[in-house]
């Protein structure tokens, strides 16, 4: 069992180290030709981290920079740029302020100015101008909702972008007639610019319909402004802005796989696409896990890294394997506990492995951070539920509580990294001896 935790510690880090975003951002800056004054602003909780790398290779050539990331994902100053930490998940009065900032930035650009939009995962929260007429309580009220009643982050985004004067390629246009070159630290599944952080230099690919159908589908509670402001269309063409994207789930899978196979564990990355529950991807991950766990095929000299259809049956999976998952599951809010998707996962997935002593199942956020908690995810084994046990903890109600974070503290089942500086999305593992 140490031997498995020791590997699972070494494919953390090698995931988190290559999915760093800085030489992406590097190469991406290196051959945009640039032709007149440059302008920064970074958003997101790997904000900081593409910011240094931008100023590392365009040094003095900014003219001004602003970052914006989440609380605790700064690492200091950066020269010739100001630094603001704000709310996430939800925004705070910081969000706006920053907003406001950026904002007031973007419309004092002229035609010779060119803008370096730095765009990751989080954005959404931590960068927020409501709407005249709204406040940041209205805000606050309808990201709960949508947070807590299992929506998925295009859904969600869905709604927010309807709502604020910087996204759905709002911020964009306030930079008109000025350039804006956006390089985009993707955590959305399918890489939808309109959804990563809320599209603030991406025209809004969503109708008035979709938005509606979601508001219907979750029973979400609106005041009048925000019907008013759900039923008005977004921008839908945007001619100054030019996108690149550095990085992705399925490049996190990728990561997962190479190092898995350096550890001697045959590799196969079931899916990239992982989008529904939390807590039924854990059990239905255990399924599959404990299938391997007594699948007597071992690996032989041919086996190599693959990748297989999640109808495939699991006696094609030789052992030692690692079956490696991507995306982002969410949760439905019932208790009043402490928690996030990946916690969740990982305690759903420790019932159905029970017993089995040559298997490990983990799950973490690339960002450091899994729901308002300080773990980045959870970890278990086939002694996880009983170990829950002997301290007199019931898992099930630990999971109706939505209480996660604690269930798996009492049982040193809590990953921790602390802020990466990188977010490209979950993922979950199952490694097997």
Not at 233 to 246: R, S
Request: proline content about 3%.
């Amino acid at each position: 069992m140490q031997e498995l935790y020791r590997g699972a510690n070494k494919i953390i880090d090698h995931i988190i180290q290559a999915n760093m975003p800085q030489k992406a951002v590097r190469d991406a800056l290196k051959n945009h030709k640039f032709t007149g004054n440059i302008y920064l602003l970074a958003i997101g909780k790997a904000a900081w981290t593409m910011a240094q790398a931008a100023r590392e290779e365009l040094g003095g050539r900014i003219k001004k920079g602003i970052v914006i990331t989440k609380y605790g994902h700064s690492s200091g100053d950066i020269a010739d740029m100001e630094i603001t930490e704000a709310g996430h998940p939800l925004p705070d009065e910081n969000s706006i302020a920053g907003a406001m900032k950026a904002l007031e930035m973007a419309k004092k650009l002229d035609k010779e100015d060119e803008l370096v939009f730095l765009i990751s995962g989080g954005g959404s929260a931590l960068f927020e101008a409501p709407l005249e007429g709204l406040t940041l309580d209205d805000i606050i009220d309808i990201n709960s909702q949508l947070l807590s009643c299992g929506a998925d982050i295009t859904e969600i985004n869905m709604i927010r972008k309807r709502l604020s004067a910087v996204k759905a390629g709002r911020l964009a246009q306030a930079c008109a007639p000025a350039k804006v070159f956006t390089i985009v630290l993707s955590d959305v599944l399918g890489d939808r610019l309109d959804s990563i952080a809320s599209g603030p230099a991406a025209p809004d690919m969503s109708t008035v319909q979709e938005a509606m159908a979601v508001i219907e589908k979750y029973k979400i509670n609106l005041c009048n402004t925000v019907k008013e402001y759900i039923k008005k269309e977004t921008p839908k063409y945007l001619e100054n802005v030019e996108t690149v994207i550095t990085g992705s789930v399925h490049k996190l899978c990728r990561s997962a796989a190479e190092i898995c196979a350096e550890l001697g564990y045959t590799p196969y990355i079931l899916s990239a696409e992982m989008n529904c529950q939390a807590r039924e991807a854990g059990r239905f991950i255990s399924s599959i896990a404990k299938e391997i766990c007594l699948n007597e095929n071992t690996m032989d000299e041919t086996t190599s890294i693959s990748k297989i259809d999640i109808s495939t049956c699991t006696s094609g999976i030789k052992k030692p394997c690692a079956v490696i998952f991507g995306g982002e599951t969410v949760v439905i809010l019932k208790g009043n506990g402490k928690g996030g998707r990946n916690q969740e996962l990982a305690l759903a997935a420790a019932e159905g492995i029970t017993g089995l002593d040559n298997i490990l199942i983990f799950s973490l956020s690339s960002d450091g951070t899994d729901g308002p908690t300080d773990a980045a995810g959870g970890i278990v084994d086939g002694f996880t539920y009983e170990r829950l046990k002997e301290k007199g903890l019931n898992i099930r109600k630990y999971l109706d509580n939505n209480d996660s974070y604690n269930a798996l503290a009492a049982v040193d089942g809590l990953i921790k990294t602390g802020p990466t500086g990188t977010n490209v999305n979950d993922v979950t593992v199952i490694l097997c001896k």
